[in-house]
């Protein structure tokens, strides 16, 4: 199940046995067990039937686990970073033979739950034994539409109001990372204060741009003739950490997209399909547009063939990272406004 179906289950009062709880999404997954514990434990008890344990040997997690609970009904057992669920675990160990056995008479009155950082290795004997018995939890990261609906219930939670392509807008902007968007949901809600309806100059004053926004931004800058600051933008991702390297990645994603976005529009495609097609957020479809409309598909595809050309030569050695993308930006402007200079002489 994923972590939607998770939540809803707890809701329903539907609590498993046992459980793996895997995925990269750490906050939700915190989330989770935070609302699970509260669901089993009660109050001025949790301490008193609520055990953790890191990498516990088989005998170690047995006895945890059948322990009675105090004065409840159930008790929680958290088992981290086992090794039975990692690489670093050889494959036919006796602890992983041992611990599959006692999970098939597990005590009753102990809800186990184990928690891996990202993903678990799946090829574990015991992480088969679990997927078998329907205990694992996936946390993947949010899709566009996932993180969306989330925005908009967290800020609601926060007496804060914004519709679908604002939330979308928010997303686009913070990214997917639901630990980051929590953060900045909260920045917002204090900065609106009184004011309840969150709008796209509340969003650009305040919150962190991803990486993805600000390459589209630093395009948007670039295909609008505002070289400036374009490098403007290009200079803050820099300064912020983020290598050269992966800001090309980035750009070349752009690139990509207006090129196909250029053609998709001159072949007619329906404005309602171009989201799908091109993989990118409903809300930003008319602001692509607008930058693919700026140059011909021919200029389009150039600019893409030299980045395209400029990755491969950095991944190669031939091409040093250093001043690879501020020359890159210099390079593009020079392709995408080539003989303009010519036509308007003429």
Same mark, same amino acid.
């Given at each position: ?6 939540f ?30 509260q ?13 953790e ?69 799946a ?28 925005a908009?219930?967290?800020l ?16 686009f ?10 953060q ?6 204090? %900065?609106?204060d ?12 305040v ?47 752009? %690139? ?20 799908s ?17 700026? %140059?011909?598909?021919?200029?389009l595809?150039?600019? %893409? ?31 995408l ?10």
């Amino acid at each position: 199940m994923n972590h939607t179906d998770f939540f809803d289950s707890l809701k329903a009062g539907d609590v498993k046995p046992l459980y793996l709880l895997e995925g990269a999404e750490e906050y939700i997954k915190a989330q989770a067990l935070s609302r699970l514990c509260q669901l089993l434990l009660p109050a001025g008890l949790e301490q008193m039937n609520l055990c953790e344990l890191v990498n516990p040997e088989a005998d170690a997690l047995i006895a945890a686990a059948e322990t009675l609970p105090f004065m409840a009904d159930r008790r929680v057992l958290i088992v981290r970073d086992s090794e039975l669920l990692s690489t670093a675990k050889k494959e036919g160990d006796d602890t992983q033979q041992a611990v599959v056995e006692y999970l098939e008479h597990l005590s009753p009155s102990t809800c186990l739950v184990f928690v891996v950082k990202g993903k678990a290795d799946a090829r574990k004997s015991l992480y088969q034994w679990l997927k078998k018995h329907g205990a694992i939890v996936d946390f993947s990261p949010m899709g566009d539409a996932e993180a969306a609906n989330w925005a908009m219930r967290t800020l609601r939670a926060l007496g804060k109001q914004l519709d679908l392509a604002m939330a979308q807008a928010l997303v686009f902007t913070v990214g997917h990372d639901a630990a980051l968007l929590k953060q900045e949901m909260e920045k917002l809600a204090a %900065y609106l204060d009184e004011r309840e309806t969150i709008t796209q100059e509340d969003i650009d004053a305040v919150c962190v741009r991803s990486l993805e926004c600000s390459v589209f931004q630093m395009v948007d800058a670039q295909a609008a003739g505002r070289n400036q600051d374009a490098c403007q933008l290009l200079n803050s991702v820099l300064e912020g950490g983020t290598d050269r390297f992966m800001v090309l990645s980035m750009l070349l994603r752009q %690139y990509r997209i207006l090129t196909h976005m250029r053609r998709l529009m001159d072949e007619r495609t329906p404005a309602s399909a171009l989201a799908s097609l091109l993989g990118i957020p409903p809300f930003a479809v008319s602001r692509t547009q607008a930058q693919a409309r700026r %140059y011909t598909p021919e200029k389009l595809q150039a600019a %893409y063939d030299y980045l395209y050309e400029l990755e491969y030569r950095l991944k190669s050695g031939r091409t040093t990272q250093e001043g690879s993308v501020e020359t890159a930006l210099f390079r593009l402007d020079a392709i995408l406004n080539a003989g303009a200079a010519d036509a308007a002489k003429g």
